[in-house]
C-alpha cells in the first residue's frame, strides 16, 4: 500500500475522529440564559464566577481558587504574589510553554532554565538541584501534557531553602501525584481553561493555593485598585473571568472526570498497541502519577525507525506521513525556550530539552468521545508508515 504522502489513499477516512470539546445542551442553554438575562456580573458575591471558583476548589482539593482571564495571567498573578525583586531567579524547565519565562520577565526577576528529564519530560530533579543558587525564591514546576512532577524529589531539592513552588498545571486538572491533584501539590498553583485543555472554556485561568496570603496578593495584582479597600494604593490589572464563561464552567465541570477517565482508557490502549513498534517512546507516567493525558506524546527513536541519522529529519518525516495518513498531529514545540528571542541561549546547555524538541510527536485525538474505534485508527496508520518505513526516504 502506497503511503499517503506519496500520493497513495489514507487509511484513515475523513471526519473519522470527533473534535475536542465536546459541547453539551446544558453548557449551550446555561450560557444562553446567562447572557438573555444580563446577570453575569462577577462582582455580586453569588455570581457565577464565585459559584464556579467554589466547584473548581473543591475540584482541587485547595483551600483558596481565585479565576482569571487566561492561564497566562494566572501564571503571572502567582508570580506577583511571590513578592520578587530583580535580583531574585525562578527557575524553569527549558521544555515548556514560554508563558511561564515570560511572566518571570514581567514581573522584573531573572530566568534560570533547568533540564528536563528525557522519559517522563519534566523537570530534572538532579538537574533542579544545580540550577538551585541563593537568589533563587521560586520554581515553576510545569506538569507537561498533564503529567505529574516528579514532587518527592522536588521538596527534597527545596528543602528549607525558602523556596515557594508555583505549579503551571495549565495542562494537568485532574492529574495527581500520589492520590493528591495538580494543583494542590506546592505553594501555588495555575490553571488554563483554554479551548484546547482538559477543562475548555475559550479562554480563562485560575489559581488555587492553600496560603491565604499568596491568595490576597495575587488577587489584589488581578483587579485594578478598590479605594475603598485600598486607596489607590496598588497599581493592578483586570484579569477578571468572564461571567458568560463561568456560567459554561459549572456545567462543564460536571464531566471532567467522565472525559478524563476516556483520556486515560484511550493513552492505555495505544501505549499497549504501540509496544510493538520500538521506535515509539510514548511520554513515561511513573506508577505515583496519574495523568491528565492533555495529549499522546511519544518521541520517535531514529536509531531504531533507521531512515536517517538526524533526529529532527526522522520525526518529521515520520509526521508527515502520520499527517497524511489522516492524523492530526504535530510538534507541540519545535524550540526550546531558553533559544527563544528574549533568552537567545545555547540549546546544548539543554541538551534533553532539545532532544524533546527533536523528536516528539503529539496525537490529541485521545480525547472524549473517541473511542478504541479511533484508536484503531491511529495504531493503523503508524502500523501502515511501519510496513513501508523505507519509503519515507524518498519524500522530498
Ligand atoms: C503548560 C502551559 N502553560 C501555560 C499556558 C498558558 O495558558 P493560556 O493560553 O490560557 O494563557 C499553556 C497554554 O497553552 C500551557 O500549555
Known amino acids: 500500500m502506497m503511503l499517503a504522502v506519496l500520493g497513495g489513499k489514507p487509511i484513515v ?12 445542551g446544558a453548557e449551550v442553554k446555561s450560557l444562553v440564559e446567562k447572557f438573555r438575562s444580563l446577570s453575569f456580573s462577577n462582582y455580586k458575591l453569588d455570581s457565577d464566577v464565585t459559584i464556579f471558583e467554589k466547584k473548581f476548589n473543591e475540584y482541587i482539593g485547595s483551600k483558596y481558587c481565585l479565576t482569571l482571564n487566561s492561564g497566562t495571567a494566572a501564571i503571572y498573578s502567582a508570580l506577583l504574589a511571590c513578592d520578587l525583586k530583580s535580583s531574585d531567579n525562578v527557575v524553569i ?6 508563558s511561564a519565562a515570560t511572566a518571570v520577565l514581567n514581573v522584573g526577576a531573572k530566568v534560570k532554565f533547568c533540564d528536563v528529564d528525557l522519559e517522563t519530560f519534566n523537570i530534572n530533579p538532579e538537574n533542579l538541584n ?3 543558587d541563593e537568589n533563587t525564591k521560586a520554581v515553576i ?23 515557594i513552588l508555583v505549579e503551571d498545571a495549565c495542562q494537568a486538572h485532574g492529574a495527581t501525584y500520589k492520590g493528591k491533584k495538580a494543583g494542590n501539590l506546592g505553594d501555588i498553583a495555575a490553571f488554563s481553561f483554554h479551548i484546547s485543555k482538559n477543562l475548555p472554556i475559550a479562554e480563562g ?23 475603598i479597600q485600598d486607596k489607590y494604593t496598588n497599581l493592578g490589572h483586570n484579569f477578571k473571568f468572564n461571567g458568560l464563561f463561568a456560567a459554561v464552567g459549572i456545567e462543564r465541570l460536571k464531566n471532567i472526570e467522565i472525559y478524563n477517565q476516556r483520556r486515560q482508557e484511550n493513552r492505555d490502549y495505544l501505549v499497549d498497541k504501540l509496544k510493538i513498534f520500538d521506535f515509539i517512546v510514548p511520554q513515561k507516567i511513573t506508577e505515583e502519577a496519574v495523568s491528565s493525558n492533555t495529549m499522546f506524546v511519544f518521541r520517535i527513536d531514529h536509531t531504531k525507525l533507521g531512515i536517517s541519522d538526524s533526529l529532527v529529519d526522522s520525526r518529521n518525516r515520520f509526521m508527515l506521513a502520520l499527517h497524511h495518513e489522516g492524523i492530526h498531529c504535530g510538534v507541540w514545540l519545535d524550540k526550546t525556550v531558553p533559544e527563544m528571542e528574549w533568552f537567545k541561549q545555547e540549546s546544548s546547555l539543554y541538551p534533553k530539552a532539545k532532544i ?41
Open 93 to 98: 524547565p527549558a521544555y515548556s510553554f514560554f
Open 356 to 396: 524533546l524538541t527533536e523528536s516528539t510527536i503529539y496525537i490529541s485525538g485521545i480525547h472524549y468521545p473517541n473511542s478504541k474505534l479511533q484508536m484503531n485508527l491511529i495504531i493503523k496508520a503508524i502500523e501502515k508508515i511501519a510496513n513501508n518505513c523505507d519509503e519515507l526516504k524518498k519524500i522530498k
Open 13 to 24: 477516512p475523513e471526519n473519522s475522529f470527533y473534535t475536542w470539546p465536546n459541547v453539551t
Open 205 to 227: 485561568g485560575a489559581i488555587t493555593t492553600n496560603n491565604l496570603r499568596l491568595r490576597d496578593k495575587a488577587a489584589k495584582a488581578n483587579m485594578f485598585p478598590n479605594y
Open 130 to 132: 544545580e540550577q538551585i
Open 141 to 163: 514546576l510545569v506538569h507537561i501534557f498533564g503529567n505529574p512532577c516528579d514532587m518527592d524529589q522536588i521538596y527534597e531539592c527545596t528543602k528549607n531553602k525558602n523556596i
